[in-house]
């Protein structure tokens, strides 16, 4: 076991449940024994200005506070709540810590507050002085922030957890209508066309199913339009032939993450996340608009044994990548 004690930050709490598991199970595993998580301020769920305002103050107050009782600590902070201006409250926590932070999205995917061009501005003049650093999941996201702001950071891969698929939940092949499902918030970056094209295609041999926040009707599928807590959430993937990840453009995905925790086929456009996860060579990469519904029969075909090989031989080289990451610093 390594030395070094890790205080991972979480802001949203709710929203990154499972990826705070994932995080903290990968770097449990990767050798670090000290690793906590200090109860802070929910950034999420505020209702009004007002409230938008009083949690801010409240975290920034919060993060003084902590640069002020800890040291000799390695902070990760898994989510940047104040976007590119988020360095900035971090300042009294680097004088004694290292501190990084996780980039998630370098260009929000929907509107958010601190990407303005001061922010940015902000971000590259803290992170070079407080010697900040910055963590990306994938190439594309460091290519992106490294344009935005000038800071290219490193690359570690999205965290997965060390655990085994729940005996008798993951499907071990397809069932007689294989449930085929969609499984998130609605963003604009989330492809309508691909969901027409599979449902025109299907011929009704597929049960088809959206679960989550915002998405608008889509003919052929069953649509369960309402926030999708954990537990239900956890269990949809746990019960699904095959997820389908509809999008235009995503940096990286926690869906398909999930997906791999749990021996669950997915199918996906071609991006460098999917394919650290699932290999090169995974049957359900899309390579063009008209080979959605034709991936997922493919995916259909790998039994989940072939999933769960794949997923061993991936955590051991998460586990190496986030040791490396840290060792350099810690």
Known sequence: MTSAHIVVIDPLNRTLRHYEQELLDTLRHAGYEAVEVPHTVQG??????????RISLSSVIERIRLGHTMSSRVIIVAWPLFGYFDPLTLVTLTRSNRVFIVLHDPWPLRNAYGYSRVARFAFKAVVARRNVQVLYHTHLAQEVGGRMTGVTGSIVPHPILMRSTTPGTAPEGPSRHPRIRVLGQYKQARSIAALEHIAVANNDHLSLEIYGRGWPSVPGWKLVDHFIPEDEFETAVQTSDCVVIPYD????????????????????????????????????????ESDWLAAIQRALTVDSVEIRARRDSVRREIQRAWSGALDRVS
């Open 44 to 53: 999420e769920g505020a209702s009004g200005v007002s409230e938008k305002i």
């Open 249 to 288: 453009s995503f940096f990286q995905s926690g869906v398909a993450a999930r997906c791999l925790e749990l021996g669950v086929r997915v199918v996906a456009p071609l991006h460098e996340h999917i394919v650290e996860l699932f290999g090169a060579d995974w049957p359900g990469i899309v390579r063009n």
